[in-house]
């Protein structure tokens, strides 16, 4: 006969994982996807100026800056959160800091070309050490932690949703570092929008795909300490001192 509250603590994790699927979808991903469409607005704004001003930075520096700021005062008039407006606003400013200081318009990109070499490494390093990076950071959040490297299902799921994102992120630097160095601004910057936002779709729904046919680790701990019967029996021992 199956134990009830051994039964429950199982199912707990599969629960959380549930919990998790339902917020992403509901908030974290549209948060998510919102960021990344009002920092391809800002890229817009810069190439899109950039490209009808005669090639001038400032005015397309200035083009970038503003749309930034719009989008951050509609955030708040919305009353919406505003942790991906302002993390928006910090990348766009930088990348014109570096810009302006350098009087090269193609260092408006160089920050976010940085940041997709980080991640490219990132992940091809944890594959190749056998920690998958998918799985070391969605793991705490599922509730499973770590124990999904003792489970070969779901440590291969990890393992492929990893390579996919090393490959959203390899390709990124494949295109844009080239164009960066050659210093074709408008062209990097259409490579920049075009590979922003619609790649991380269809990477975040492969990996919803690939993770959704696994069933979570469940971690040890979480069943021994819950099944324990022995305390029933108790009360007769008490009874056998008494006589």
């Known amino acids: 006969m199956t134990d009830p509250v051994a039964g429950s603590a199982e199912s707990a994790p599969v629960d959380r994982v549930a919990a998790f699927v339902e917020e992403y979808d509901l908030k974290a991903?549209?948060?998510?996807?919102?960021?990344?469409?009002?920092?391809?607005?800002?890229?817009t704004a810069f190439v899109a100026v950039y490209a009808l001003a005669g090639h001038r930075l400032v005015p397309s520096l200035w083009a970038a800056l503003a749309v930034t700021v719009v989008l951050v005062v509609l955030r708040i008039v919305r009353k919406e959160p505003l942790r991906q407006a302002l993390s928006?606003?910090?990348?766009?400013?930088?990348?014109?800091?570096?810009?302006?200081?350098?009087?090269?318009?193609?260092?408006?990109?160089?920050?976010?070309?940085v940041v997709q070499i980080v991640y490219a490494m990132a992940y091809l390093v944890s594959l190749v050490a056998?920690?998958?990076l998918m799985g070391v950071i969605v793991g705490p959040l599922t509730g499973?932690?770590?124990?999904?490297?003792?489970?070969?299902a779901r440590r291969r799921a990890y393992w492929w949703c990893s390579?996919?994102?090393?490959?959203?992120?390899?390709?990124?630097?494949?295109?844009?570092?080239?164009?960066?160095?050659?210093?074709?601004?408008?062209?990097?910057?259409?490579?920049?929008?075009a590979?922003?936002?619609p790649l991380f779709a269809l990477a975040g729904l492969a990996s919803w795909l690939i993770l959704r046919r696994v069933p979570p680790a469940i971690p040890v701990t979480g069943s021994v300490e819950v099944d324990q019967p022995a305390e029933v029996d108790q009360p007769a021992e008490l009874r056998t001192d008494a006589d």
């Open 29 to 43: 991903a549209v948060g998510g996807f919102r960021g990344l469409i009002d920092s391809g607005l800002a890229s």
């Open 88 to 113: 928006g606003v910090l990348a766009v400013g930088l990348s014109a800091l570096i810009a302006l200081a350098t009087g090269r318009a193609a260092n408006f990109f160089v920050v976010g070309i």
């Open 130 to 132: 056998g920690w998958p």
């Open 144 to 152: 499973e932690g770590m124990a999904w490297r003792g489970d070969p």
């Open 163 to 193: 390579w996919i994102w090393f490959a959203v992120f390899g390709v990124r630097t494949a295109v844009q570092l080239p164009l960066y160095l050659s210093n074709k601004v408008v062209t990097l910057g259409v490579a920049k929008i």
């Open 195 to 197: 590979m922003g936002w």
